[in-house]
């Protein structure tokens, strides 16, 4: 552990000074971060690591907030920092004795990442294909604990690993909790960037399409909880005013639970130190709860506890951490039955959605079409595209089985975060698709 | 520990590399100060960041390493075993230019007080040019950064940094837009300019309609406009492989634009954001110009690299957890200080003023063509007859570049892979207008 013997009540005490008026809001963020990486690059460097840690004291009070951040953690650093966020000095200076983290651990799996490209050839074999094809292949590793006058929750320990791998007709990028099936995975993409790389974009039309549970989360994680994150919703509204609203088909039903993620992002409190909740977004395609960080629970009336901190240096924002969408009882033969001459788009490169009109775009670099008889000729690149309610309305299948991973990278507002889901296939009906 | 006084621990550091096998290796360091203001509707924040990190490259003949880290570089390893490929660092440099360090360089950080000022002023100026308009969001950064180099290969270099960001987002009715501008000392920034085209880019995004046909025209488009297209032409300006790209473009003569295309890159370009009289390896930056009234030169090639013209120091480390690569520093359309932007408009006549961008820039670089997704007025003898949203310009390469007939004075600086790239206001012959 990065915080052994972190004499956390002593920075409670400390921030209990900070808080003199009743609303105060304060709190202490360590965090410790290692990233382990293979480039990929021709020209070097074989192995990339990174290893940085630093602490970010915050003060709110009402309208107002404070932040201060700093590179490094011990006694004298964080003493200046307590000075610089107090809005008036108590009458004895604390102490910030023993607060020095651990010291490193030894480097993990930096074998297991320079073996990777090995695997992914060995599996494209497999798959009779072969092509050059660069990897990007990351470790990273982030500890972090939260103190506040009134909680002091376990420290939060997550590991998993990113990858990106370019080829002449693409890129293709994941999130894995563990490398175990990673270079299946990366191989079967990159297979088929190469075999649809000959395609042409569809036709525009509206048609039914099937999103694999890889393009399910993507689709969920932008369509659903962006819509429903609290400073998304306050650029058109009060966020409170979305409870209730029917934003999706009667059978959708979709959760935020972080204490559910894939092993090793498994949380149980979130950046601000509050218990994580399985929140539920969407019951039944309603509104039931927004996503919302400490201060957004306070402004707008909302469950706190999704409060997430790409960094020290940035304030902790409301996003989703793992998306749950409840399964559906349809296999995916069934799904793709009910689908004849529309799509089968298995992985997504991106999604948008704008705030203010609620319109929203998903690119794929590649889909099938459906024929009678099973997968037919192959597009590229696709865009799916509709207002959020159009699309979250015209899901009119789930599938029975599901699948937890990464979804993706989320970049909002500068604040680069992982997400994960558990997510099943989805079949959508009447949905506008088209080229980029 | 400033990094000038950290010399002692920078060599024990590259000893200690040296020590474990390398045969040869860097120590970067970097130490910044930012402050930060953030206004939104019902809340102020203000944050100030000390950041101190570190980065080693080491190279020998069993690979290479680049290992980074917050607060001081350590003195002594062990350190991570290096991986396949080896990397070469650059040599000793030959004497670089006289440096005079900008004066701007040692103005104070702004206060809280005056950063919250600037802020509330921006937003009471865009209601007084729009009263509709409402500003979503605005956030002014202010830092400086002392950076400093040692290498095993006898290069010792530092300098210090200064740039102050300003971001704003704004909407009006359903639209909303993005304004980004940088400069080294943030009092400089001109509010009431700045609100006045915020306040245009909206009335054009909520009142503008797409063009009906297409149709070549002649059009004036602003420095942003063009700087986006120079950026995403980049894999042309850059070694390796631009100077290859550009022959191909050029005419037998050599030419590939007209007598108004100048394009240079300024590592020292006064005023500059990014000036320094080093680049992120520590060899010296100058000015180097690539394509001089329309006829080819060179590329911005470092020493890695062969190409026409010396190497010059175009390796960009933004920070200390970034790999260094080959970059732009300011990468522009040289301006023309006799020509204001205003009497671009009036030598127009009729045709097109594109203020800015919907979204990004698509290259065909198959067909040799270049997408621009604009906004802007229409102009009809002189005078804006309406906004235009949702509209293509559409040239090729060379038909873009051949028909830059007349450029501004006022450069206006994108930022691009940890660089900047600008370009003045310009008059071009004709691009193809349509809608998107």
């Known amino acids: 552990m990065a915080f052994p013997g972190f004499d956390c009540a002593r920075v409670a005490r400390a921030l209990g000074l900070l808080c003199t008026e009743a609303e105060d809001l304060a709190d202490a963020y360590f965090e410790r971060i290692e990233l382990t990486e293979t480039p990929g690059a021709q020209a070097g460097p074989g192995l990339v690591v990174r290893r940085e840690e630093g602490f970010a004291l915050r003060l709110v009070r009402g309208g107002r907030v404070w932040l201060v951040s700093r590179d490094e953690i011990g006694d004298d650093v964080v003493a200046r920092a307590f000075r610089q966020v107090a809005r008036s000095l108590p009458p004895a200076a604390p102490s910030f004795r023993g607060i020095e983290p651990g010291p490193w651990p030894e480097l993990e799996d930096a074998d297991a990442l320079l073996g990777l490209h090995g695997r992914v050839e060995h599996e494209l074999r497999q798959l009779r294909a072969g092509f050059p094809f660069r990897l990007r292949a990351r470790r990273h590793r982030r500890e972090a604990v939260v103190v506040s006058p009134r909680l002091q929750p376990d420290p939060q320990v997550e590991t998993f690993y990113s990858v990106e791998a370019d080829v002449p007709w693409g890129r293709w990028g994941g999130l894995m909790s563990d490398l175990d099936e990673a270079p299946l995975r990366i191989a079967s993409a990159l297979a088929e960037l190469f075999r649809a790389r000959d395609a042409s974009p569809p036709q525009p039309v509206r048609t039914v399409v099937v999103l694999g549970p890889a393009a399910a989360a993507v689709f969920l994680h932008e369509a659903a909880a962006h819509t429903l994150e609290a400073d998304t919703l306050a650029l058109t509204g009060r966020p409170s005013s979305a409870i209730g609203v029917r934003l999706g088909s009667e059978i959708l039903d979709v959760l935020d639970d972080p204490a559910r993620a894939p092993g090793g992002v498994r949380r149980t409190s979130d950046d601000e130190g509050m218990p994580v909740t399985r929140r539920w977004l969407l019951r039944a395609g309603v509104v039931e709860q927004p996503i919302a960080d400490r201060t957004w629970a306070d402004r707008a009336g909302l469950q706190p506890g999704a409060g997430r901190r790409s960094q020290r240096h940035r304030l902790p924002v409301p996003r989703s951490s793992h998306l749950e969408l409840l399964p559906g009882t349809f296999s995916f033969d069934e799904l793709q039955a009910g689908a004849t001459g529309g799509l089968l788009v298995q992985e997504v490169d991106r999604g948008r959605l704008d705030p203010f009109s609620g319109r929203f775009v998903l690119d794929a670099a590649s889909a099938r079409r459906i024929g009678p008889g099973g997968l037919g000729e192959r597009l590229r690149p696709v865009r799916l595209s509709g207002s959020v309610v159009e699309l979250l309305s015209a899901i009119n299948g789930i599938g029975s089985q599901v699948r937890s991973g990464g979804a993706g990278w989320c970049a909002k507002g500068g604040d680069r975060l992982p997400v994960w889901a558990t997510a099943a296939a989805l079949r959508l009906e009447g949905i506008q698709v088209g080229p980029p | 520990m400033s990094v000038k006084s950290d010399r002692t621990v920078g060599a024990a550091t590259v000893q200690s590399l040296l020590g474990e096998g390398y045969e040869e290796a860097e120590l970067f360091a970097k130490t910044s100060r930012s402050r930060s203001a953030t206004w939104e509707a019902d809340r102020l924040t203000c944050a100030g960041a000390d950041e101190r990190g570190w980065a080693v490259r080491a190279s020998g003949a069993e690979g290479s390493l680049h290992c980074a880290g917050t607060g001081s570089p350590p003195a002594q390893g062990p350190w991570p075993r290096p991986a396949a490929p080896p990397v070469q660092l650059p040599s000793a440099a030959a004497v670089a230019p006289p440096w005079e360090e900008p004066a701007d360089f040692d103005a104070p950080l702004l206060a809280e007080g005056e950063a919250l000022a600037l802020l509330r002023s921006v937003a009471e100026r865009l209601v007084a040019e729009h009263s509709r308009a409402r500003l979503l969001q605005a956030i002014l950064e202010d830092g400086v950064a002392e950076l400093a180099l040692k290498s095993s290969h006898g290069i010792e270099a530092s300098h210090r940094a200064r740039v102050a960001t300003l971001d704003l987002w704004a909407a009006l009715g359903d639209q909303a837009t993005r304004m980004s501008i940088a400069a080294r000392e943030p009092r400089r920034f001109a509010v009431g300019s700045l609100a006045r085209r915020l306040a245009d880019q909206l009335v054009v995004l909520s009142d503008g309609t797409a063009p009906t046909g297409r149709e070549p025209s002649p059009a004036v488009l602003t420095g942003e406009v063009l700087a986006a297209a120079i950026d995403a032409l980049h894999p042309l300006w850059f070694e390796p492989g631009g100077w290859s790209r550009l022959e191909r473009l050029a005419d037998a003569q050599g030419t590939l634009g007209s007598a108004a295309f100048t394009v240079v890159d300024d590592g020292r370009l006064r005023g500059g954001l990014l000036t320094a009289p080093t680049d992120g390896e520590g060899v010296a930056t100058g000015r180097v110009v690539l394509v001089e009234s329309g006829s080819l030169r060179r590329t911005l090639r470092s020493w890695r690299h062969e190409g026409p013209g010396e190497p010059v120091g175009c390796v960009r480390r933004p920070g200390w957890r970034d790999l260094p690569r080959v970059g732009p520093s300011h990468l522009m359309l040289e301006p023309d200080p ?99």
């Not at chain 2, 006799?338 to 045709?351: A, D, K, N, Q, Y």
């Not at chain 2, 450029?407 to 349509?434: E, K, N, Q, W």
């Open chain 2, 338 to 436: 006799r020509v204001t932007p205003s009497s671009l408009l009036e030598e127009l006549g009729s045709g097109y003023y594109f203020l800015g961008l919907e979204g990004p820039v698509a290259v065909d670089w198959e067909e040799g063509r270049v997408d621009l997704p604009v906004y802007g007025f229409a102009i009809r003898a002189g005078r804006s007859s309406h906004p235009i949203r949702a509209a293509r310009a559409s040239a090729s390469l060379t038909g873009l570049f051949t028909g830059i007939q007349r450029v501004a004075r006022d450069l206006r600086f994108i930022s691009s892979a940890g660089g900047c790239v600008g370009a003045p206001t310009v008059l071009v012959d004709h691009v193809s207008v349509g809608p998107a």
